[in-house]
């Protein structure tokens, strides 16, 4: 079975602070991995995906994560975060056979002035 | 990304209602899907056209019956639903689906509140 982690559904963090935001999957399979940010009353906007190559991807934002296969983890990251930032935060998981994306539950990452 | 529109916005519709959600994407993408966000639990994916060809029904109530007349629009159509289906209705468009990589990453709208009374 596949599932999508997000321990944190809350991170407040100071403004200009870095933040990390976790995110752990099971598979059976191979996974391609995505990370989504939704801002209020908002879609999902794609921050960053790893579909192959290297294990550190960069999105826009400044955002980057690491795809870690020996710990199944997709951990978010950002060295200096911006009021702007506060939103909703999603990682997605599809499998490389099947027909599904997994979706977390979110994590709400509100920054502090 | 603002290739994909959801009309309308928000909405709210009693138990007897009948109503409709448009999707219209502008990027030129072969598939489309309908996914549910319901506070505090992930994204259910309820369905999938690809190529105007429902590929995925995720065993939705039948008070929810998709409508996809060409590649550019998907409609969603709601009849009889109950108090626990409201929710946020996210659209979402891709090049295709069931080939499982870039062409596979999908671009949301901004979703249609629904409020069932």
């Known amino acids: 079975a596949q599932s999508v982690t997000q321990l944190d559904s809350q991170v407040p963090v100071f403004e200009e602070a870095p933040v990390e935001l976790r995110c752990n999957y099971s598979?059976?399979?191979?996974?391609?991995l995505f990370w989504y940010v939704q801002y209020p009353n908002q879609g999902l906007q794609l921050l960053l995906k790893?579909?192959?190559?290297?294990?550190l991807v960069k999105g826009i934002n400044g955002f980057e994560a690491e795809f870690n296969k020996s710990q199944t983890s997709f951990h978010l990251r950002k060295p200096s975060v911006h009021i702007s930032d506060t939103a909703e935060y999603f990682c997605?998981?599809?499998?490389?056979?099947?027909?599904?994306?997994?979706f977390g539950t979110g994590t709400s990452l509100t920054v502090i002035p | 990304e603002t290739g994909v529109t959801q009309t309308p916005r928000h909405l709210v519709m009693g138990m007897t209602n009948k109503k409709s959600l448009k999707c219209e994407q502008h990027?030129?993408?072969?598939?489309m899907y309908w996914y549910k966000q319901s506070a505090k639990k992930p994204l259910e994916l309820m369905f999938v056209?690809?190529?105007?060809?429902?590929?995925e029904n995720n065993s939705v109530p039948s008070r929810f019956s998709p409508e996809c007349p060409n590649s550019s629009h998907l409609f969603l159509h709601l009849h009889t639903l109950q108090p626990e289906d409201s929710a946020l209705y996210l659209c979402?468009?891709?090049?295709?689906?069931?080939?499982?990589?870039?062409?596979?990453?999908?671009?949301f709208g901004p979703g249609t509140r629904l409020l069932v009374l």
């Open positions: 598979s059976s399979v191979s996974v391609y």
């Open positions: 790893y579909l192959s190559g290297s294990t």
């Open positions: 979402a468009s891709s090049q295709a689906w069931g080939l499982a990589g870039e062409r596979e990453t999908q671009y």
């Open positions: 056209y690809n190529f105007k060809e429902q590929t």
């Open positions: 990027l030129g993408h072969n598939a």
């Open positions: 997605a998981v599809r499998p490389n056979t099947g027909n599904q994306f997994y």
